[in-house]
Every structure is written in C-alpha cells, then in structure tokens.
C-alpha cells in the first residue's frame, strides 16, 4: 500500500506560479512511478506528468511551463507550475504505481491522492 500525501494548489491570476508537492510514503529509492492527473468538471481526467526515478513526461499542454522533479532528501515529488492559464484550473491529483515507466493514463496507476485544487483567473 501506498499512501499520498498531497500539497500545494491555491488561487493565482494568470501568468502566476504554484508549486505542488506529493509525498509517497514507499518511494525511497524512486523505484515507484508517481503522476499528477487533472480533472476539471465535465471533464475526463487527464495525466499532466510522470517522474520514474529522474525521467519524466509531459502532456503536450504544459510541456515548457510545468516542471516535476523529485528530492530524495525528503522523499517528495515536486510538480513546478509556471505561467499558468485559466485553462489549467482543476482539481489536481498525484498517483503513484509500483511499475515502472507508467504513462499518463489514468488505468496505469493503483494509487491516488486526494486532490488539491488549482484555480487560475483571468
């Protein structure tokens, strides 16, 4: 079992920052895929980015603004969000899988946080 601890999100005004964090509580070695999903309502959820020890995958859509990073230091995933859009608002999720080089669909993961939500005004 694997626990997510998730935190990070808030309000920011387009063209703003947020950093989101993800605390797996079985991830020491970084043998573990961890993701951030997306879901706004209405809508399916979406997969926004993948580390798999030091390799990582973008979605098309935040590919130059989000960075996800991991410190080993404290066992924490970083997700870096950097000139966000009123279209990245959403309910934003870090799930986690035991198998290696899990993509971006939401079937590839076992494990789900709670949620954080992200709101980017106009």
């Known amino acids: 079992q694997v626990h997510l601890r998730e935190s990070g999100g808030g309000s920011v005004q387009a063209g703003g920052s947020l950093i989101l964090s993800c605390a797996p509580s079985?991830?020491?070695?970084?043998?573990?895929?961890i993701a951030w999903f997306r879901q706004s309502p209405g809508k399916e959820r979406e997969g926004v980015a993948r580390?798999?020890?030091?390799?990582?995958l973008y979605t098309d859509s935040v590919k130059g603004r989000f960075t996800m990073s991991r410190d080993n230091a404290n066992d924490t995933v970083y997700l870096e969000m950097n000139n966000l859009k009123p279209e990245d608002t959403a309910m934003y999720y870090c799930?986690?899988?035991?198998?290696?080089?899990?993509?971006?669909?939401?079937?590839?993961?076992?494990?789900w946080g709670q949620g954080t939500q992200v709101t980017v005004s106009s």
């Open positions: 079985a991830n020491a070695d970084g043998s573990i895929s």
């Open positions: 580390i798999y020890r030091t390799f990582t």
């Open positions: 799930a986690a899988d035991r198998r290696a080089w899990a993509g971006l669909t939401p079937g590839d993961y076992t494990y």
